[in-house]
C-alpha cells in the first residue's frame, strides 16, 4: 500500500468497518463508504441505469464467448423486465440469475442462454429461497409487481 494503489472494495455489514477503522493507517487510506440501494423498478431513470448494465454485462458474455446469444436476449419481449424483476432492482442478483440460466444451458450443452433457462434458474436460486414469490418468466409479468406495491 506504500509503494502502490491497492483497491479493496467491501461489501456487507456495518460491522466490517469496525476492524479497518480499529487501524490509523487503513483507515486513513479509506474513503467513505458508498451505500448502492436497490434500483425502483417503477423510476424510469433506475430501469435505464439497469438496462444499460443489463445489456453491458450481456455484451461481455458474447465478447467473450461465454454465451452465444447473450445479447439476443435483450430483444426477446419482456425478458429484460423480467430480469429486472425477479432480481428487485439488484445488479449482483441480475448476474447471479444469468449465471445460474448459463450454468443450465452449459449442462445441457448448449451456448446459448434460452427463456427456460431463466425460468428454471428463477425457482432454483429466487422462488425456493423465498426472495420472490413468483416467477414472471413462467407466470408472466404482473400489472403491478410486488416491488412496486411495497413502493
Do not use: H
Amino acid at each position: 500500500m506504500i509503494e502502490a494503489v491497492v483497491p479493496v472494495v467491501m461489501s456487507g455489514i456495518e460491522d466490517a468497518w469496525k476492524p479497518i477503522m480499529a487501524n490509523p493507517q487503513l483507515a486513513m487510506r479509506c474513503e467513505k463508504p458508498l451505500e448502492m440501494k436497490m434500483l425502483d423498478v417503477s423510476d424510469a431513470a433506475d430501469r435505464k441505469l439497469f438496462a444499460g448494465f443489463l445489456a453491458r454485462y450481456l455484451v461481455e458474455f458474447e465478447k467473450r464467448k461465454i454465451a452465444s446469444n447473450a445479447t439476443r436476449l435483450l430483444e426477446l419481449p419482456g425478458i429484460p423486465d423480467m430480469i429486472q424483476e425477479v432480481s428487485e432492482g439488484v445488479l449482483g442478483r441480475a448476474c447471479n440469475l444469468i449465471k445460474e440460466a448459463l450454468f443450465l444451458s452449459v449442462v445441457d450443452g448448449r451456448d446459448e442462454i434460452d427463456p427456460g433457462d431463466l425460468a428454471v434458474a428463477t425457482e432454483r436460486k429466487f422462488v425456493s429461497m423465498g426472495i420472490i414469490d413468483y416467477n414472471p418468466f413462467t407466470d408472466g409479468l404482473p400489472s403491478v409487481s410486488p416491488a412496486r406495491r411495497a413502493a
